[in-house]
């Protein structure tokens, strides 16, 4: 019998906020994976298509962490229909000493959330210029709001500019970081989002390129979080060509998943191996050279940082007497 | 918010039996698998080194069932210097309509211990002759116990030889089966126990062969669940190759982690795909031809079996008013 301390959505969001803390312990994930001493095995993918479904489990054991988090990731996108949504899941926490189950992070996502928008402020922090006044953001769901957010935190702009396939989502989406970051935030065509700012993300399920070859400019850094699927693509392989520095969370996933799939299918950086986000974390591969380059930021998602966020939320959970506790 | 259903290991225990019911629901699932239309991906096996443990992750979708599980199997084998057990983890069951978590089947493995054995009466119904006077089981611990429980469900044998490496552990788990199912059980050479049963099941985590070709003799049946790693082996390739029939749960994971990987590995089996179990149930693949034929199962365990266990237990737990419920 030991305890397993669980913690639910409403338990989670009240005591895990997007903020510095987060971003640093994800970073602290991206500098174990660059160490080489991560043990990071293949997502487990699980396709559905009888129910319109599928399911992702992806892991992470990483030294130095107490705990290892096995995250499932069930989409189920006839839910929507009867009224749930699509994403769901949770994170075990197991202990990284003995295997037993020490947390249930009943989080139906929200976890994800944080952790996908943390390391893009991880990639904006050691790869957009020093100086980003004006922030632009693709896609107008939950993570566009999150990664302006949370790029805020470590590039504070003061203008953001809102492209999405609806013109009502965007504006939607455009009064929502405006209203939480107290800043101007107004739609804009995706081509004017990319010209103007200094700092894109972009964050739709894209399966062909959104952002163009011709709206880069110098002195601008794009982090691409959409594609976490081979189907999937945001950027046009040329502009991946044309830009000073390439680089990904996790070469081997955005080889199969990520926006270097469709850039090496089209021929471009095949047969090189980018950096990965940690290396320039950890100091290892260059980052930004000069204020006039034009770098890119490819994240697919990993185990790693589920980890980082599960042990981070349990630390906050445990702090503020959150949570309730079963016997196992 | 929705329901989710915790049950802990004692509840579990408290609700769901080896019994003919729970060999039922597994052999459903090898049915099911033969129908082709089982999702199950490959396990996600973690190898963790640095802490001498290991964590492996299985899953199946089954059409038909109302929900699938994802089971999280922790080994860290240190943990008896600290009092602890090695094996440990869970079962989350989720619907299979929607991906919504249903239940946390809290077992520390009790249920693979259960649907393990379920898997060896299956295969003892199929394979083994119509009348077992003596079954023989190699090894001594809890899955020897439970595996011949299960397999009497099915053979209604009258006495049997256990062997395990330790003397003092076969006669423990001879005087326990012997208790627990009130037939004469006794220890014996491995020699004794195979040429003097009609069934063996073999439950080591052997990596040289234990079974040796010269103790076969004609009208036996033997189920090998030991292996289920690549460095594993309990059966010597050329017993496999004396055999009239050769049976595995899963052709994709007994060539990487069972019997059929060595037996390969020494040129038997090459270049032929052996029926699977599931095969044999649905009889789209012939078992036992003749009462003089010498069989052999592999199992390796298969996330199809845990999704049956799981689902065999969220209904057990639901009829008997166990568990607790929380709100995700």
């Not at 700092?199 to 850094?221: Q, S």
């Not at 950027?235 to 799939?261: F, K, N």
């Not at 980052?287 to 940082?305: E, F, K, W």
Request: charged content about 20%.
């Amino acid at each position: 019998m030991t305890d397993i301390f669980v913690l639910n959505e409403a338990q989670l969001r009240g005591c895990v906020t997007l903020n510095l803390a987060a971003v640093e312990v994800v970073e602290d994930a991206f500098r174990a994976l660059a160490s080489g001493k991560v043990v990071m095995p293949p997502i487990l993918s699980m396709d559905l298509p009888a129910v319109h479904g599928e399911v992702d489990v992806k892991t992470a054991w990483i030294p130095g962490f107490d705990g290892f988090a096995i995250k499932v990731s069930p989409g189920f996108f006839d839910n929507p229909k009867i009224g749930l949504p699509s994403l769901n899941g949770l994170m075990i926490l197991f202990s990284a000493r003995t295997g037993l189950v020490e947390a249930l992070l009943l989080d139906n996502g929200y976890l994800t959330d944080v952790r996908t928008a943390a390391a893009g402020a991880v990639a904006a922090r050691h790869l957009a210029p020093a100086t980003v006044t004006t922030a632009g953001v693709l896609g107008g769901g939950v993570q566009a709001r999150l990664q302006i957010e949370a790029a805020h935190l470590v590039r504070p702009f003061n203008r953001v500019l809102v492209w999405a396939r609806r013109d009502d989502a965007a504006a939607a989406c455009a009064a929502d970081i405006s209203a939480r970051l107290g800043i101007e935030a107004v739609t804009a065509t995706a081509e004017a989002v990319v010209r103007e700012s200094q700092l894109v993300i972009t964050t739709t399920p894209a399966r062909e390129p959104i952002l163009k070859t011709d709206w880069l400019h110098p002195g601008m850094h794009i982090t691409a979080m959409g594609s976490d699927q081979a189907g999937k693509c945001e950027i046009d392989p040329a502009a991946i060509d044309r830009a000073d520095l390439y680089v990904c969370d996790r070469l081997s996933q955005a080889a199969m998943l990520g926006e270097l799939r469709a850039a090496r299918a089209a021929g471009v950086l095949v047969g090189s191996d980018p950096p990965e986000l940690g290396a320039v974390v950890a100091g290892n591969a260059p980052g930004r050279r000069h204020a006039s380059d034009i770098t890119i930021c490819d994240l697919t998602g990993t185990g790693a940082q589920d980890t980082a966020i599960a042990t981070f939320a349990l630390r906050a959970a445990r702090a503020a007497g959150a949570g309730t506790v079963i016997q196992s």
